[in-house]
C-alpha cells in the first residue's frame, strides 16, 4: 500500500530535512559497525553503542545551530526532537513490526502535537531504521507517522546507498617496479621548431 509523504500533511517534512536526519542515522550505524568488529562485540553492545552514537549526533548537529529547522524538546535518553517544529523520535527497529517504545508510544513531548491531529492524519512521527528482518539488509531509514488511533498515516524512505564493507583483513595490492627513466640534455640536431623558430 502506497501511503502519502509527510510533506503531504505537513510542509515543514520536507524530503531534504528528513534525508539530513536519515543520513546522521546511519553515518553513526556505519561508523559503530567499523568500530565494533571485535570477536568479543556482540548485538547488544553495537545496538547500544550505536543509539548512543546517534542520539548524540542529533543532540550535537541541534545544539551547534546550523540548520534553522532543527531543534530539541527533550535531550533525556528518550530524545525527542523537532522537525520544522514536529516533534520526532528515533528507533533502530523493524518499521513493519516495530517492539520499541519509541516507535509504539507517544512521548510526553509529542501528545500535545498528536492531540491536533484528525483522524486519519499523522500526529505522531519517528524515524525507524531498517535492517531488515534478520538485520543483514543494507540499512535505511523509514520515517513514520501515526494518526491518533496508532495506524500508520504516512512514509517516507531514505534514498538508499550501497556501502561495500570488506571483511577481515584485506592484502595489498603486489607492488610493480618501474624503471628509472633516462633523463638526458635534448641535442641540438634533433631540432625543436618551436626553438628554431623563435630565432
Same mark, same amino acid.
Given at each position: 500500500?502506497?501511503?502519502?509523504?509527510?510533506?503531504?500533511?505537513?510542509?515543514?517534512?520536507?524530503?531534504?530535512?528528513?534525508?539530513?536526519?536519515?543520513?546522521?542515522?546511519?553515518?553513526?550505524?556505519?561508523?559503530?559497525?567499523?568500530?565494533?568488529?571485535?570477536?568479543?562485540?556482540?548485538?547488544?553492545?553495537?545496538?547500544?553503542?550505536?543509539?548512543?552514537?546517534?542520539?548524540?549526533?542529533?543532540?550535537?548537529?541541534?545544539?551547534?545551530?546550523?540548520?534553522?529547522?532543527?531543534?530539541?524538546?527533550?535531550?533525556?535518553?528518550?530524545?525527542?526532537?523537532?522537525?520544522?517544529?514536529?516533534?520526532?523520535?528515533? %528507533?533502530?527497529?523493524?518499521?513493519?513490526?516495530? $517492539? #520499541?517504545?519509541? =516507535?509504539?508510544?507517544?512521548? /510526553?513531548?509529542?501528545? &500535545?502535537?498528536?492531540?491536533?491531529?484528525?483522524?486519519?492524519?499523522?500526529?505522531?512521527?519517528?524515524?525507524?531504521?531498517?535492517?531488515?528482518?534478520?538485520?543483514?539488509?543494507?540499512?535505511?531509514?523509514?520515517?513514520?507517522?501515526?494518526?491518533?488511533?496508532?495506524?500508520?498515516?504516512?512514509?517516507?524512505?531514505?534514498?538508499?546507498?550501497?556501502?561495500?564493507?570488506?571483511?577481515?583483513?584485506? %592484502?595489498?595490492?603486489?607492488?610493480?617496479?618501474? $624503471? #628509472?627513466?633516462? =633523463?638526458?640534455?635534448?641535442? /641540438?640536431?634533433?631540432? &625543436?621548431?618551436?626553438?628554431?623558430?623563435?630565432?
Amino acid at each position: 500500500m502506497n501511503l502519502p509523504l509527510p510533506a503531504s500533511f505537513n510542509s515543514e517534512l520536507s524530503s531534504d530535512r528528513l534525508q539530513s536526519v536519515a543520513q546522521w542515522l546511519l553515518d553513526e550505524l556505519y561508523a559503530t559497525e567499523d568500530d565494533l568488529s571485535r570477536s568479543t562485540d556482540s548485538g547488544y553492545t553495537r545496538g547500544c553503542t550505536t543509539f548512543g552514537r546517534q542520539r548524540s549526533r542529533i543532540l550535537a548537529e541541534a545544539l551547534a545551530g546550523n540548520h534553522t529547522w532543527l531543534g530539541l524538546s527533550s535531550s533525556s535518553n528518550d530524545i525527542v526532537f523537532t522537525v520544522g517544529g514536529v516533534p520526532c523520535r528515533f %528507533s533502530n527497529d523493524d518499521p513493519s513490526n516495530p $517492539s #520499541k517504545d519509541a =516507535v509504539l508510544t507517544a512521548n /510526553r513531548y509529542q501528545l &500535545d502535537f498528536l492531540e491536533f491531529a484528525t483522524k486519519g492524519e499523522p500526529g505522531r512521527f519517528c524515524f525507524v531504521i531498517d535492517r531488515g528482518h534478520d538485520g543483514s539488509a543494507e540499512p535505511r531509514v523509514e520515517f513514520l507517522g501515526f494518526a491518533p488511533s496508532g495506524e500508520v498515516a504516512c512514509r517516507w524512505v531514505s534514498d538508499t546507498v550501497r556501502v561495500l564493507r570488506l571483511e577481515g583483513q584485506q %592484502s595489498l595490492a603486489p607492488t610493480v617496479q618501474v $624503471s #628509472k627513466p633516462q =633523463v638526458a640534455p635534448k641535442r /641540438r640536431d634533433e631540432g &625543436d621548431a618551436a626553438t628554431e623558430a623563435v630565432r
